[in-house]
């Protein structure tokens, strides 16, 4: 069976200090992966997502980056942290293939706090 | 492009009754409909999913939904409500055409009285 991991769980982080949020995925090859923001009360923004390796699409010019350096990993970056990357970050993947039927599924998710 | 609206923010309701959440989208086809539950601090979890077929779909937990195309709807039902339901609510909507991406619903929060 499939199973997908972040971490880590929760993370304090000054202000203009780097990020690094990784997730990887187990039992699947080539899986699509994403991540999202979530902020209280505004639902799930889609931040990046990835068809394979080195493929990166972003939704959201912001202070983050994400890369894919193997086929069932997924690194969230930032340089230099924001007050407003503050929130839950959850990373998903769904079946290849450019198929919206796919649901995806997610991981536990990682709260990210900046002071 | 296609969106999601959840009208309501917050609901409560007592252990034991019936159920529903409103969800209505807008697509210009038949959309690929999702409904995710997410408990405090976890990830979100699939509860049903709507592709084509019969409009009624049984999910997990004794949870279904009914798709409307007249309405543009997709609400979720249950006839009664356990303590344990007591969670945030994401209805999502998948298009052709949208290129691997589902766009969430701002969630509804269900609070269970005893």
Not at chain 1, 18 to 41: F, H, K
Not at chain 1, 66 to 83: E, M, T, W
Not at chain 2, 68 to 87: G, T
């Amino acid at each position: 069976s499939q199973t997908i991991h972040q971490w880590p769980a929760t993370l304090v982080q000054p202000v203009g200090s780097p990020l690094s949020l990784e997730c990887t995925v187990e039992g699947t090859s080539n899986p699509n992966l994403y991540w999202y923001r979530q902020a209280a009360g505004r639902g799930l923004q889609l931040l990046f997502y990835s068809v394979g390796i080195g493929q990166i699409s972003s939704e959201v010019p912001q202070n983050l980056s994400a890369s894919r350096p193997q086929d069932r990993q997924f690194i969230l970056s930032s340089k230099k942290l924001l007050l407003s990357d503050s929130g839950f970050y959850l990373c998903a993947w769904s079946l290849p293939g450019q198929v919206p039927r796919n649901e995806q599924f997610f991981g536990p998710g990682t709260r990210l706090t900046v002071l | 492009a296609q969106s999601v609206t959840q009208p309501d923010i917050h609901i409560t309701v007592s252990e034991g009754a019936s159920l529903e959440l409103r969800c209505n989208y807008s697509y210009g086809a038949t959309p690929y409909l999702f409904w995710y539950v997410q408990s405090p601090g976890q990830g979100l979890q699939l509860l049903l999913k709507y592709f084509s077929g019969d409009t009624l779909v049984q999910g997990i937990k004794g949870f279904e939904a009914e798709f409307k195309r007249s309405q543009s709807s997709f609400n979720l039902r249950k006839p009664s409500v356990h303590w344990s339901d007591a969670a945030e609510y994401f209805c999502a909507v998948g298009a052709r055409g949208s290129n691997y991406k589902l766009t969430f619903g701002k969630g509804t929060l269900l609070t269970v009285n005893p």
